[in-house]
């Protein structure tokens, strides 16, 4: 089946520093690649749709220059947190579906960031 | 946008009972609706999911019902484990919309041994 690698799975970085975080689709091609952050018992957040080849959409309130996107191939899309602050802590998770179907996405198993 | 209600938030249930979950959603050209499990520390994953010209799908213990008219739809675990114990998600996707996932808020799932 489908199957999407995420890593690292946990990181800790210090204020200031960017970290970046890789989603790889591994047995299917992906043009698009979802981003999402997760609260602590909180639901999934949509933060933006990597498009591969193409800039990114992100949803309203998430700052563009604070969390890049870039979907340079089929299979990776990375994330990359700029400037880190102590706030950006969080858990990060990516998706992708076989070939941009509207349906079975699979989900990375999720980044833990935690800015100190 | 798609708005995706979930209800309940939390559910307690003995091991061996039925736990049912409910969502609803707000727009009607909604055409894809998956439910996920999401342990902690981990991804969510696909458990189950109906398209909208299904009405029920069952997968051993697991069944999702899908009512279009009343724009709701519902997940079904019989004989719950203790390892059933996680939260669960449901979600809805329009067609022609960037084919992006709306959440539900979640149900955190206890299951007493």
């Known amino acids: 089946g489908a199957v999407v690698s995420q890593h690292p799975s946990r990181v800790i970085c210090k204020s200031g520093t960017s970290v970046k975080i890789e989603c790889r689709s591994l047995d299917f091609q992906a043009t698009t690649m979802f981003w999402y952050r997760q609260f602590p018992k909180k639901s999934l957040m949509l933060m933006a749709t990597?498009?591969?080849?193409?800039?990114?959409?992100?949803e309203q309130g998430v700052e563009k220059d604070k969390f890049l996107i870039n979907h340079a191939s089929l299979t990776l899309s990375t994330l990359t947190v700029t400037s880190a602050h102590p706030e950006d802590s969080s858990f990060y998770i990516c998706?992708?579906?076989?070939?941009?179907?509207?349906?079975?996405?699979?989900f990375g198993s999720g980044t833990r960031l935690t800015v100190v | 946008g798609e708005n995706v209600e979930q209800h309940p938030s939390t559910l307690s249930v003995q091991e061996g009972d039925s736990a049912v979950i409910k969502c609803t959603y707000s727009d009607s050209a909604s055409n894809y609706f998956p439910w996920y499990k999401q342990e902690l520390g981990k991804g969510p994953q696909l458990i189950i999911d109906i398209r909208s010209n299904v009405g029920e799908k069952k997968d051993q213990r697991i069944a999702v019902t899908l009512n279009k008219t009343a724009k709701h739809f519902s997940l079904h675990i019989t004989e719950t484990q203790p390892e059933d114990s996680a939260v669960y998600f449901c979600?809805?996707?329009?067609?022609?919309?960037?084919?992006?996932?709306?959440f539900g808020g979640g149900t955190r799932l206890m299951v007493k041994p």
């Open positions: 990597s498009n591969e080849g193409s800039k990114a959409t992100y």
């Open positions: 998706s992708a579906s076989p070939n941009g179907a509207s349906y079975g996405y699979t």
């Open positions: 979600a809805a996707s329009i067609p022609n919309a960037g084919n992006m996932l709306t």
